[in-house]
C-alpha cells in the first residue's frame, strides 16, 4: 500500500493522454488575432483562471513555456486568482508545482479532489475529497462488463493505484495491486483502505466517442463517465462530480460567480467546465464537442493559446 508522503516521480510516458481524437482545423494565427482583437471587452472583469494542463496550458513535451509561467504569474500579481484543473491525480502535480501561487489549490482527478499543492511534490494535502462510493464503483464496472466485453479496469485513490492484470500500462509507475477490480472492490480488498477518485476503463478496440457514449447509457446515474484520452479509456467518478461542480464550490467559497471566471480546456472531460465559465475558450488542437462548448477558441497548447487569452485580459485591465 501506498504511503501518504510517497514521493512521486516524472511522468515521462503519458504524452498521449490527452489530445483530440478528431482534430478541428486550428484557426490561423493571423485569423486568431484579428479575431481576438475585435471581441468585444467582457461585462464582468474576471477574478478566476481555470484552466486544463494536458493538451491546454501544457506543451505536448509536458512543459510550461516560459511566456505561459509569466502569464499566470501576471494574472496572479493583477488579482486574478489561477486554478488547476485536471484529471490527473494529485501525485502527478509535480509538472506545475513550480507554478502555484497565491491559494496553492488545484483541482485534480476530474472534480474528486481539491489539493493544496504548496508541500511540493508528494507532500501535498487533500482540502476536499468527492469519492466514488464503492458499490456504485462495483455496479458500474458490472455493467461495463456486460455493455462492453473486454473492458480492463484501474482503481485510482487518494493514496493507491491498484489495476487488473490486462489494464494497459498507460504510464512509467508500477500499481500498488493486479487483480480483478470485483476483488479489489470488496471490503476487504487492496482498495478498501483510502477513498476511491475514479475508476479508469480500458477497451483494446471501440472507437473511444463510442465507448464514452455506451459507457454513459449503460451506466446512467449511478457515476460520472467522461474522457480526457485519444484512446478508448474511460474516467468514472462519483455522481455529478465533474471539474465543473468542483470549481463551482472553490467559487462559492470565495464568493466568485461563474460570470468572472475564464476556463481553458480541450477535450469532453472540459466540457461542463467549458459550459459553466462566464468566459470559455477551446484550445485550437480541442476535441469537436469541447470547441462547441466553449464561448471561444484560442491557439493551440504548443502555441502558448493559453498565455494569450491571459496577456490580453490584463491588456483589458489597465
Known amino acids: ?61 509536458k512543459s510550461v513555456s516560459p511566456r ?37 489549490l488545484a483541482i485534480c482527478g476530474n ?12 507532500a501535498h494535502r487533500f482540502v476536499k475529497v468527492r469519492d466514488l462510493a464503492r458499490e456504485n464503483a462495483l455496479e458500474t464496472v458490472r455493467l461495463l462488463r456486460d455493455a462492453a466485453p473486454g473492458t480492463a479496469y484501474a482503481i485510482e485513490q487518494t493514496y493507491g493505484f491498484h489495476q ?24 476487504d480488498g487492496a482498495a478498501a483502505r483510502y477513498p476511491i477518485l ?28 467522461t474522457r480526457s484520452s485519444p484512446s478508448a479509456l474511460l474516467e468514472i467518478s462519483g455522481p455529478g462530480v465533474s471539474k465543473a461542480s468542483t470549481l463551482a464550490l472553490c467559487c462559492a467559497d470565495r464568493g466568485i460567480s461563474h460570470e468572472e471566471v ?16 462566464g468566459r470559455s475558450y477551446a484550445m485550437g488542437n480541442a476535441h469537436p464537442d469541447a470547441v462547441a462548448a466553449a464561448t471561444g477558441r484560442t491557439a493551440a497548447n504548443n502555441d502558448d493559446g493559453v498565455a494569450l487569452v491571459i496577456e490580453r485580459i490584463l491588456a483589458e485591465r489597465r
Not at 111 to 122: E, M, N, Q, S, T
Not at 171 to 176: C, R, T, W
Open 164 to 187: 487488473e492484470p490486462d489494464y494497459p500500462k498507460l504510464h512509467m509507475e508500477a500499481p500498488d495491486t493486479l487483480a480483478p477490480a470485483e476483488e479489489l472492490l470488496a471490503p
Open 68 to 104: 505561459t509561467v509569466a502569464a499566470l504569474a501576471a494574472a496572479e500579481e493583477a488579482g486574478i486568482e489561477v486554478f488547476f484543473v485536471t484529471g490527473r491525480p494529485a501525485r502527478w502535480m509535480d509538472v506545475v508545482s513550480e507554478h502555484v501561487h497565491g491559494h496553492g
Open 1 to 61: 500500500m501506498r504511503r501518504p508522503a510517497r514521493s512521486c516521480g516524472a511522468i515521462r510516458d503519458n504524452e498521449a493522454v490527452t489530445s483530440a481524437t478528431r482534430q478541428p482545423e486550428p484557426p490561423a494565427s493571423s485569423q486568431l488575432s484579428t479575431s481576438l482583437a475585435r471581441e468585444e471587452a467582457p461585462a464582468v472583469p474576471p477574478r478566476l483562471i481555470a484552466t486544463d494542463l494536458d493538451g491546454t496550458l501544457l506543451h505536448d513535451d
Open 111 to 122: 472534480g474528486a479532489a481539491v489539493v493544496d499543492l504548496h508541500g511540493g511534490p508528494g
Open 198 to 225: 475514479k475508476i479508469l476503463a480500458s477497451h483494446p478496440t471501440i472507437d473511444p466517442d463510442a465507448f464514452l457514449t455506451a459507457a454513459r447509457l449503460a451506466v446512467g446515474d449511478r457515476a460520472t463517465v
Open 262 to 277: 475564464v476556463a481553458f480546456g480541450d477535450m469532453p472531460n472540459d466540457i461542463e467546465m467549458l459550459t459553466w465559465a
